[in-house]
T-cell receptor
Framework: AQKVTQAQTEISVVEKEDVTLDCVYE???????LFWYKQPPSGELVFLIR??????QNEISGRYSWNFQKSTSSFNFTITASQVVDSAVYFC??????????????FGAGTQVVVTP | ETGVTQTPRHLVMGMTNKKSLKCEQH?????MYWYKQSAKKPLELMFV???????ENNSVPSRFSPECPNSSHLFLHLHTLQPEDSALYLC?????????????????FGQGTRLTVV
């Protein structure tokens, strides 16, 4: 069963609109880590944020913000005032803290964001 | 030098060929990974190396053979591949903490090798 679900396959917005990407995860661990990565057309995954399961504070970094809700197992990502350079595929990922999950980032299917001028 | 470098960026190979993908990290990390990204499928973890020791093999066919000669280099040797093996192969590294696992550190990815098997 997929542990990370990104239900939105593609989102298209016009520049300066806000866009919210949904991520729902599933784990039985009490300690886990959630990540967001950006994959531009060049292919490299760029790290955006890491959040551990004990820190439910929302975070803002420039135009990016994240909303972590343990009660609904969601870790949503919002881009405010989108720009063309935000066009990319965005991945949500989960890592469980068990030692036998060493290195195992479990990715969602990704959401393609298309920002048009 | 960028953090994680993969070569080649693109590779076309026949099903009877033998080739190798190379990954090098300049971040001083102690863990390295191979991921496979196929069209319309989530990124799949293939292999994990910690301190040069392979700690995970996610049921990857034997036609993929990893090698980690030191903590900075990781190879993926390919032989007798199938067309369905065509994908983007991504290498990543992270600084893993013994006893706690790598979950608390982010992985840094290379730009990938776009592999086409014909």
């Amino acid at each position: 069963a997929q542990k990370v679900t990104q239900a939105q396959t593609e989102i298209s917005v016009v520049e300066k609109e806000d866009v919210t990407l949904d991520c729902v995860y599933e784990t039985r661990d009490t300690t886990y880590y959630l990540f967001w990565y950006k994959q531009p057309p060049s292919g490299e995954l760029v790290f955006l944020i890491r959040r551990n399961s004990f820190d439910e504070q929302n975070e803002i970094s420039g135009r990016y913000s994240w909303n972590f809700q343990k009660s609904t197992s969601s870790f949503n990502f919002t881009i405010t005032a989108s720009q063309v350079v935000d066009s990319a595929v965005y991945f949500c990922a989960l890592s469980e803290a068990l030692t036998d999950s060493w290195g195992k980032l479990q990715f969602g299917a990704g959401t393609q964001v298309v920002v048009t001028p | 030098e960028t953090g994680v470098t993969q070569t080649p960026r693109h590779l076309v190979m026949g099903m009877t060929n033998k080739k190798s993908l190379k990954c090098e990290q300049h971040l001083g990390h102690n863990a390295m990974y191979w991921y496979k990204q196929s069209a319309k499928k989530p990124l799949e973890l293939m292999f994990v190396y910690n301190f040069k020791e392979q700690t995970e093999n996610n049921s990857v066919p034997s036609r993929f053979s990893p090698e980690c000669p030191n903590s900075s280099h990781l190879f993926l040797h390919l032989h007798t591949l199938q067309p369905e093996d065509s994908a983007l192969y991504l290498c990543a590294s992270s600084q893993a903490s013994p006893g706690t696992g790598p979950g608390n550190t982010e992985a840094f990815f290379g730009q990938g090798t776009r592999l086409t098997v014909v």
